[in-house]
Structures are given as structure tokens and as C-alpha cells.
């Protein structure tokens, strides 16, 4: 398996642009979640989903946040209108309940992680 | 008070010391936790998951105390290339990282 893949892996844009983060779940995983990185407030989650359905997205920052994941393989997170404060690592991570090993149950996976920097 | 907390270190220890992390968590109802090395601009990789009796594997030691509200990793005989950030996640109703804690092994 690839892994979990996320695209790109390095953004620059400018203050006000629209960011969209891509991401590809390990397949037959059930779970996905962003993340966010950063030196002041280490790896916090912003919003994670359970067979396609958002079930928490109290990280959250704001209303300039938002996130789909319209099928199984995919999902995007969006910043619009992107802010300085928002440069950080976004992390995708995708786990399954239903492991083939016990071990790997719940485990999460992470993807190499998108930089953003927003000038 | 952050609901996961780690000592952020640094921990400088020579080739061959045994080092020990703690990890505490403030959210009786969590389930399952694991412990996480991050390398510099890399993504955090699974080290090990907690298990409630305690977890081995190789110079990795991790074991849970649910009186007490934390989780440990031994690590014996240290080598340079376990220099990393060590994680641990608490998940429950939530899925929480501690801040990370930072290890040095020196030659």
C-alpha cells in the first residue's frame, strides 16, 4: 500500500488566497483526520470523519476552515480566505477500527504532511 | 491544564543509557493510547501501542497506569538514531497528541 498521500506537499500563497489541502486514506481505512502543526501549539486535531461523515470538527479554527470528504479515498481541506497564522504542517492520518492485526487497530497512519506558508 | 501532558526536554542521554518518558492524560475515559517518534520535518510514525498490560518490543517498553493517569516508554540501550520527538495520543471521545518530548542521544 502507498500510504496515506497528500497533495501538495508544499504550498506558498498570499494573504487572502484560497488554500485547498489534499488527501488519500489508506484504502479500506475508515477513519480520516487533519491535523495541524505547529511550534507554538505542537499537533492539534481540527476535524476528523468516520466512513465519509464528519463526526468531530471542534478544532476547527474558524469559519475560514472547512473540510469534505466526498468519498472513501478523498478528502480536501479548504482555508478561505488564507491568514499569516495559518502557515503550519497540515497532517492527514487514516486508521480502521476493523484491523486485520490487533495491533493496528485504531493505529493512526499519517501522510507526509502539507507545509503552508501564507505571506 | 492541557488535557495530555509530556515533558518537553530536551533529554540528552549518551549512547547505551536507558531513558524514560512519561505521559500524562487528564481524560479518565480514554481508551487506547500509543506512543509516536516524530523526526525533524517528518511525519510522526507509530512507535508502539499501550496495551493495559504493558507493551515490549525490543528496547521498547510501554505500560499504562490508569490509576494514576499516565503512560511510559523505556527505552534501553539508546542508540543516536532514536534522537526524535517522542508523542504519545490519548483516544477516547477525542483524539489528543501530548506536545512532544524531545530526545538527544550523544555519542
Known amino acids: 500500500d502507498a500510504g496515506v498521500i497528500q497533495s501538495p506537499r508544499h504550498e506558498v500563497t498570499e494573504m487572502g488566497q484560497e488554500v485547498t489541502l489534499r488527501c488519500k486514506p489508506i484504502?479500506?481505512?475508515?477513519?480520516l483526520f487533519w491535523y495541524r502543526q505547529t511550534m507554538m501549539r505542537g499537533l492539534e486535531l481540527l476535524i476528523y470523519?468516520?466512513?465519509?461523515?464528519?463526526?468531530?470538527d471542534s478544532g476547527m479554527p474558524e469559519d475560514r476552515f472547512s473540510a469534505k470528504m466526498p468519498n472513501a479515498s478523498f478528502s480536501t481541506l479548504k482555508i478561505q480566505p488564507s491568514e499569516p497564522r495559518d502557515s503550519a504542517v497540515y497532517f492527514c492520518?487514516?486508521?480502521?477500527?476493523?484491523?486485520?492485526?490487533?495491533?493496528?487497530?485504531?493505529?493512526?497512519?499519517f501522510g507526509p504532511g502539507t507545509r503552508l506558508t501564507v505571506l | 491544564r492541557k488535557e495530555v501532558e509530556q515533558d518537553p526536554g530536551p533529554f540528552n542521554v549518551p549512547e547505551g543509557a536507558t531513558v524514560a518518558f512519561n505521559c500524562t492524560y487528564s481524560?479518565?475515559?480514554?481508551?487506547?493510547f500509543f506512543w509516536y517518534r516524530q523526526d525533524c520535518r517528518k511525519e510522526p510514525k507509530l512507535l508502539m501501542s499501550?496495551?493495559?498490560s504493558g507493551n515490549e518490543d525490543g528496547r521498547f517498553t510501554a505500560q499504562l497506569n490508569r490509576a494514576s493517569q499516565y503512560i511510559s516508554l523505556l527505552i534501553r540501550d539508546s542508540k543516536l538514531s532514536d534522537s526524535a520527538t517522542y508523542l504519545c495520543l490519548s483516544c477516547g471521545q477525542n483524539f489528543v497528541f501530548g506536545p512532544g518530548t524531545r530526545l538527544s542521544v550523544l555519542p
Open positions: 492520518a487514516s486508521s480502521s477500527n476493523r484491523a486485520v492485526r490487533e495491533k493496528d487497530t485504531d493505529t493512526q497512519y
Open positions: 481524560n479518565s475515559a480514554s481508551q487506547s
Open positions: 470523519f468516520n466512513n465519509n461523515v464528519p463526526i468531530d
Open positions: 484504502s479500506g481505512h475508515d477513519y
Open positions: 499501550v496495551y493495559s
